[in-house]
């Protein structure tokens, strides 16, 4: 065709940037949560999650979606299911950088810093890594199993290969807990486990049922939950038996999502599987929950690394597309809108690395109490905020936001994954029923002043929230009031974190807006007195 038009104003894409030098306020809260933290390699994750190569393996990996093969040619049963080559790319990387079991190995605050990183770049394929990392502690409750498997849990040796497990050369493990009929009411769970004997690995069980949601079924093994003759058990499950056979586990079908496409999410089978216990038969629930605890740790680092990266990208186009005479980033309304989300991205950080601090001090009183504090609260609200941000930041590209395709398709990925975090490891009602739980089992109120004094007396709107959120913590019975409770804890725990970590004209515009009421509880509703230009220049990410 003959040239009809020029092509111009059209911004260059964010690639070659390296996430974590750029990204002042996860450098802010890591020297507060651990100043002696060596950030050494995540200087080296963030030039290789935001390098271009890296870029376009995320963009394969979701554009060419898992595929289940359920039989070969020969009509034979196999149950496999086909990732693109990207897929493994990208979890070579992540594995590599001890971002699955062997983060048992090193501080909990650097590995959650590394999976913000890597969740900026591609965060479907951090489900059986997250997975991985939740459910290696969980094993020590079989000594035999554990002793077999940790030393692949941990290994940064990727292998996809379907294997025995002294075979391989690094492991993976998934979960598989809800139902058809129950849901996160995993206590109306039908998966039935009958005894079938003892061997090396101890108690073993047939089981037989489904389960409706078993992500990542190519892992080596899953923790499941089901029915003995004492209740609702915890069970090792592997993908291949000891004698190198497979297992009767059977793929039924993969889900087809809004988002988390690179992911494969399945329907799966039980035929008299074999399974071994986990901890004390009958004790499933408490078993879970120490896991659940770890994948929503995850959840809130996830929902803050793809914040980070919807700002990125917004402050990225805006810097550079001009309308009406001006970059879009010097329109007063645009200014406002990206300052808003500089705010919520680098709160969320603050709360999610606060939490990641907690895992590293279990032999800390306050840590304790924090942890059981925060996780429900963290992942209740970052999540909740992720949808909303998502789609601003969207609309700050226009309709470039909204296509699938180049650089700023990433825009739309990130926005159909938003929701997921929210939903997955119990949605926003359970986990405030949780915060719940963990106000009537520990001495929170105290904890929670202690959490909030350094901040005293620096904003008046903040001291009347900290005034009142212990007494509301003493006296909250009604669930009617928890999602209310749940957010209040979170906007006081992260500006108390922002009054120690962030500029001044962070923490003020954060008190001001989403405390003092000074805001239209919408994204560009700041007051005219934020210091725009001192929030834009902390957040930009170059």
């Avoid at 840590?367 to 601003?392: D, Y």
């Avoid at 904890?447 to 005034?467: I, N």
Wanted: contains cysteine; glycine residues 8%.
């Amino acid at each position: 065709m003959a040239a009809t038009h020029e092509v111009f104003n059209q911004p260059a894409p964010l690639v070659d940037v390296n996430l974590f030098a750029t990204n002042r306020p996860m450098q802010a809260a890591l020297k507060f949560n651990a100043p002696a933290l060596d950030t050494a390699p995540l200087h080296a994750l963030g030039a290789v999650a935001g390098s271009g190569e890296m870029q376009a393996h995320a963009r394969l990996a979701n554009v060419h979606a898992p595929q289940l093969k359920t039989h070969n040619r020969f009509g034979q049963r196999v149950d496999l299911v086909e990732f693109h080559p990207s897929y493994h790319v990208l979890m070579a990387e992540a594995v590599g950088a001890g971002l699955h079991g062997a983060a048992w190995g090193s501080p909990h605050l650097l590995r959650a810093a590394g999976f913000m990183l890597f969740t900026e770049l591609e965060p479907s394929i951090l489900c059986p890594i997250s997975m991985s990392y939740a459910v290696a502690p969980a094993l020590k409750d079989n000594t035999a199993i554990h002793n077999d498997w940790a030393p692949g849990l941990t290994s940064r040796s990727y292998d996809p290969t379907l294997k025995v497990w002294h075979d391989k050369t690094g492991l993976t493990m998934g979960m598989g807990m809800t139902e058809k009929q129950g849901g996160s009411d995993v206590r109306a769970n039908t998966t039935r486990a009958e005894p079938a004997g003892h061997d090396a690995w101890g108690q073993r069980f047939s089981v037989t049922g489904h389960k409706w949601f078993f992500s990542a079924p190519m892992c080596d093994a899953f923790l499941i939950l089901a029915q003995t003759t004492s209740g609702l058990s915890c069970l090792f499950l592997p993908r291949v038996l000891p004698d190198g056979s497979m297992n009767q586990l059977f793929i039924q079908r993969l889900k087809d999502k809004l988002g988390n496409k690179a992911n494969a999410s399945s329907e799966v089978e039980f035929v008299g599987a074999s399974a071994w216990l986990v901890g004390e038969e009958g004790r499933g629930i408490p078993q879970i929950l120490a896991m659940g605890t770890m994948t929503r740790l995850d959840c809130a680092l996830g929902t803050s690394g793809l914040m980070r990266q919807a700002l990125s990208i917004a402050l990225n186009h805006t810097a550079q597309r001009k309308a009406f005479g001006k970059l879009l980033i010097d329109q007063p309304l645009m200014k406002n809108v990206l300052a808003d989300l500089a705010l919520e991205s680098e709160a969320a950080t603050a709360l999610a690395l606060r939490l990641a601090r907690s895992f590293d001090r279990t032999d800390n009183a306050h840590e304790q109490v924090m942890n059981r504090l925060l996780t429900p609260v963290a992942k209740f609200w970052i999540c909740k905020r992720g949808s909303h941000f998502a789609q601003e930041a969207m609309e700050c590209l226009g309709g470039n936001g909204y296509v699938e395709e180049g650089g700023e398709g990433v825009m739309a990925r990130i926005y159909r994954e938003m929701p997921l975090n929210s939903i997955w490891e119990g949605a926003g009602n359970i986990m405030a029923i949780d915060l719940l739980r963990a106000l009537r089992k520990a001495d929170a109120a105290a904890a929670l002043a202690h959490e909030l004094a350094p901040a005293k007396g620096m904003h008046p709107a903040l001291d009347r929230l900290a005034a009142q959120l212990p007494i509301r913590v003493e006296e909250m019975a009604s669930e009617m009031e928890a999602r209310r409770l749940a957010q209040d804890v979170a906007l006081a725990v992260q500006a108390a974190l922002l009054a120690q970590t962030a500029p001044a004209a962070v923490f003020s515009a954060f008190c001001d807006s989403r405390i003092g009421g000074a805001w239209g509880h919408s994204f560009g509703s700041l007051g005219a007195g934020v210091d725009f230009g001192a929030i834009l220049e902390r957040a930009k990410p170059s």
